[in-house]
């Protein structure tokens, strides 16, 4: 980068999703957050993915998706349940 280019830096909202333009922005938010309390709750309770999807009675695929944030296919009543 040369001495004479300018970076624009543009602050950005509380939700992510909606900065990125996600018509669904509010409902990734929200599931975005009961993924993370499910990661943490996992963590917590030193479960392995294997173990807590024994405990949630879901495959251990799905776990794995959610705790990487890969939530698309789950829906928000599913994470509210797990």
């Known amino acids: 980068m040369s001495q004479n280019s300018h970076i624009t830096i543009e602050e950005g909202s509380t939700n992510v999703y909606a900065d990125l333009g996600y018509a669904?922005?509010?409902?990734?938010?929200?599931k975005s957050q009961l993924a993370a309390e499910i990661a943490c709750a996992i963590k917590a309770?030193?479960?392995?993915?294997q173990g807590a999807a024994a405990l949630l009675e879901i495959d251990q695929s799905k776990i794995s998706?959610?705790?990487r944030?890969?939530?698309?296919?789950?829906?928000e009543a599913k994470l509210l349940e797990l």
């Open 24 to 30: 669904d922005a509010a409902e990734m938010q929200r």
């Open 69 to 75: 944030g890969q939530f698309r296919g789950v829906s």
């Open 45 to 49: 309770r030193r479960l392995t993915q």
């Open 65 to 67: 998706r959610i705790t």
